[in-house]
């Protein structure tokens, strides 16, 4: 009896010590992909072409990402259909932290433009934080003789007064669909694959004026090649303090302040959407990182994935309503 009793705890022992073996490769593996963030370089798809505002604002996040972490981020540019292609892309990546989404407000328009996205706006992403906003303003060129958006608006008395933007489904795009709205005054949208493009036309005169971003607009506007009429915030932009938004010259309920922000696949841990909000909450408090947005143009901030989460749900409907008024849908 002594001798089975001995064996049958030895068996035991054995049993359990095979146990723990096998056990301790998975507690590494998830210590590993849980607990260490990130394992691996870590990818931002940004939606529109090199060079842009947005491009530009996530590779300064990326520089500034890379050295915390100690890993490479790779900004990796997917444009196409207002930004649906890219988007498609990181709703289907691993919801692992390793692949984001750098994304502005066209984000939010595209539901009400696009029937058909491929992916659903409020379920397929958890939204990390907004880092910055940027406004677009109305201009038109040097030589134009219209000095204020009253003279803008008067020049449809003829009948409808060409705007140009950065595009269809564009926020600047919007900017005009909303000026027409709230001022009754018609206006006919022309759409430029991009802001420089359009900011080109408008100099050169072939349309009469136009919405583009604030950053795009800035440097003609100092060297006055381009004449600001009105900012599109809510308050007057910093970098161009002298010129009045719309709710000031009379236009009512008007406000598009353009937000840029990170978007993760849905899924994923909320342990890594807090460590990257919390990680890019300090980027955007140093002093280089704000001077030099700012002298883009940028109002930079910072806000919990919940706040970011209430502002991109609100305005996926707000837009919805609008673009569904204005009768903007693509295929």
């Known amino acids: 009896m002594k001798a089975k009793a001995l064996w049958a705890g030895l068996a035991a022992i054995a049993l359990s010590a095979v146990a723990a073996l096998t056990w301790r490769p998975q507690v590494e593996a998830a210590a590993t992909t849980q607990d260490i963030y990130p394992s691996k370089p870590v990818t931002i798809v940004v939606t529109f072409p090199p060079g842009g505002g947005t491009d530009l604002l996530a590779r300064k996040l990326g520089e500034a990402l890379e050295q915390r972490w100690r890993q490479p981020v790779i900004v990796e540019n997917r444009p196409g259909a207002s930004g649906n292609i890219g988007a498609r892309y990181v709703a289907d990546s691993h919801a692992d932290g390793h692949t984001l989404l750098m994304v502005n407000s066209s984000f939010a328009i595209n539901p009400g433009v696009y029937r058909q996205l491929g992916f659903n706006p409020k379920k397929d992403f958890a939204p990390i934080i907004n880092v910055a906003w940027i406004p677009s303003v109305l201009i038109v060129g040097e030589r134009s003789s219209v000095n204020t958006l009253e003279q803008a608006l008067a020049q ?3 009948g409808s007064v060409a705007y140009a933007s950065c595009g269809n ?30 900011v080109s036309d ?8 136009g919405f583009v971003t604030i950053a795009s607009a800035m440097g003609f506007v100092q060297h006055g090649k381009l004449k600001p009429l009105a900012v599109t915030s809510p308050t007057r932009s910093p970098v161009m303090p002298d010129v009045p938004t719309m709710a000031e010259l009379g236009i009512k309920d008007y406000e598009l302040n353009q937000w840029h922000g990170l978007l993760a696949p849905a899924g994923t841990p909320s342990a890594i959407i807090t460590q990257i909000n919390q990680e890019l909450s300090q980027i955007m408090q140093q002093e280089k990182i704000q001077h030099e947005l700012q002298n883009l143009g940028y109002t930079t901030t910072r806000s919990t994935a919940d706040e970011f989460t209430r502002i991109i749900h609100a305005d996926i409907d707000r837009f919805a309503a609008l673009t569904q008024r204005a009768g903007l849908q693509i295929n």
Request: net charge neutral; proline share 12%.
């Open 169 to 198: 489904g564009t926020p600047q795009h919007l900017a005009g669909e909303m000026l027409a709205e709230r001022t009754q005054q018609p206006l006919l949208h022309i759409p430029y694959r991009g802001c420089g493009p359009a």
């Open 156 to 158: 449809t008395q003829a």
């Open 202 to 209: 408008i100099m050169a005169g072939q349309v009469p004026m």
